[in-house]
C-alpha cells in the first residue's frame, strides 16, 4: 500500500466511500474509519499501520499546501 488511492481502495473493501469535498478532510475521515475498522479487530495489523502511514504522510502534504498556497503546483 503506498499511494491514497489504495487507501481508498482498502476502505472500499469495507464498505466505506468517503468524499466530503476538500482533500484534507478526506484524508482526515479516512483516518478515523480506518480507526474504527481496526478497533473493531476487522483489518490486518500490517494493513492498518501501511494505511496509516500512507494517510498520515498525506495529511502532512496537504497541510504545508494549506500553510503556503504557492505551493499548489507540487
Do not use: F, S
Amino acid at each position: 500500500m503506498k499511494t491514497l488511492y489504495d487507501v481508498q481502495q482498502l476502505l472500499k473493501k469495507y464498505g466505506i466511500l468517503v468524499h466530503v469535498g476538500k482533500r484534507i478532510w478526506d484524508i482526515e475521515l479516512m483516518a478515523i474509519e480506518l480507526d474504527n475498522i481496526n478497533r473493531a479487530g476487522l483489518i490486518d495489523k500490517h494493513d492498518y499501520m501501511m494505511a496509516k502511514l500512507v494517510l498520515n504522510h498525506e495529511h502532512e502534504i496537504e497541510a504545508k499546501k494549506e500553510k503556503d498556497p504557492k505551493n499548489h503546483g507540487i
